[in-house]
């Protein structure tokens, strides 16, 4: 093997190994702008000692009084990846149209869907160094660090989530909410292929005969003795995280406006079922607005869909109790 073939794969994988220490690192804000660069890093450093040792060219034709230049990622990708509907391509092409973007949209958590795409070109990267050079990842990095470390709660880190919407600029939201559109619309066109483009992130629980056969084990404590309940405080932002306005735009999204919800709407239900003193559902910082919870939420969308008429069935419960109240 030519010494720059070998040195530019052993920059790949350098590149490699930081994008997955970066990406296993919750903690790090820049995380996702860090890993989008370092793996296309890497892809771009694999594919041209790919084109070395099968004897092609990486550089474009020198033009005079200029320096000289090394292909791109995207003709590098070309060149090994002639299908316009390969799946590896595509991903490694996403995951760079995201690395453009993502460094001036400052976006500070990586959304479940982009999680999907990263753990995909994961695999891909692995499987391609194995087989163009026969390197095995395994005997750099321990195979735990392939699956990708994320949070329990993917919705938390969704942009319907109404926390996470506050935490960045509408221009930020939009272009995320295109950029989901498009890799759902490949992922669906790919067909059986699409897991080498995307791998959806799920968290699932199930209750199996079995524990080897379960993802967590629940136990009744160490040796089978009655083990403690702890109540952890939790922030109210993540168990209630919705505003009244909020509230009303998740309702009517869910709904589709049919029937329409609006805050008085919302304000009769308060009185109606009592909703203020009940800490499932609604909290009270002392120093703002109310906030309420996802269980709220579906509670109200569930009503409304069962009965067409309980909004308005509700007003008038609420109009009685007010001329109650006004009566004593």
């Known amino acids: 093997m030519r010494r720059l073939t070998k040195n530019l794969i052993d920059s790949s994988i350098e590149a490699f190994i930081l994008a997955l220490e970066t990406i296993n690192r919750p903690s790090v804000r820049y995380r996702l702008e860090a890993f989008c660069f370092l793996f296309c890093n890497a892809w771009e450093l694999l594919i041209k000692a790919k084109l070395l040792d099968e004897g092609q060219k990486i550089f474009y034709k020198k033009k005079r009084k200029q320096p000289r230049r090394s292909l791109s990622l995207d003709d590098c990708l070309n060149r090994i990846y002639t299908s316009e509907n390969n799946p590896i391509k595509l991903n490694v092409l996403k995951i760079h149209e995201l690395r453009n973007n993502a460094m001036h949209l400052l976006i ?21 160094l194995q087989e163009w050079f026969g390197i095995s990842l395994s005997q750099r990095v321990p195979l735990g660090m392939m699956t990708l470390v994320y949070d329990f709660d993917p919705k938390q880190h969704s942009l319907e989530y109404a926390r996470m919407r506050r935490r960045i600029p509408a221009g930020t939201v939009r272009w995320l909410t295109d950029f989901q559109k498009t890799i759902q ?13 995307y791998i959806p992130i799920d968290f699932k629980l199930a209750i199996v005969k079995k524990p080897g056969k379960a993802d967590i084990v629940l136990s009744s404590g160490i040796e089978g003795k009655e083990a403690l309940i702890l109540e952890v405080p939790k922030d109210p932002n993540v168990t209630h995280p919705y505003r009244q306005t909020e ?11 049919n029937p329409p919800f609006n805050a008085f709407d919302f304000q009769c239900i308060k009185k109606v079922y009592n909703v203020s003193s009940k800490v499932e559902l609604c909290y009270l910082p002392k120093f703002s607005s109310p906030q309420y919870s996802e269980k709220l939420l579906d509670w109200i969308v569930k009503q409304a869909t069962k009965n067409p008429n309980f909004f308005a069935q509700t007003r008038r419960k609420a109009n009685v109790r007010y001329k109650q109240a006004k009566a004593q």
């Open 108 to 128: 500070p958590f990586v959304p479940p869907y982009v999680m999907g795409l990263f753990q995909a070109g994961v695999l891909n990267y692995s499987q391609a």
């Open 185 to 197: 619309n490949q992922a669906t066109s790919l067909g059986e292929a699409q897991r080498q483009f």
């Open 247 to 257: 509230l009303v735009q998740m309702v009517n999204q869910k709904l589709g406006g």
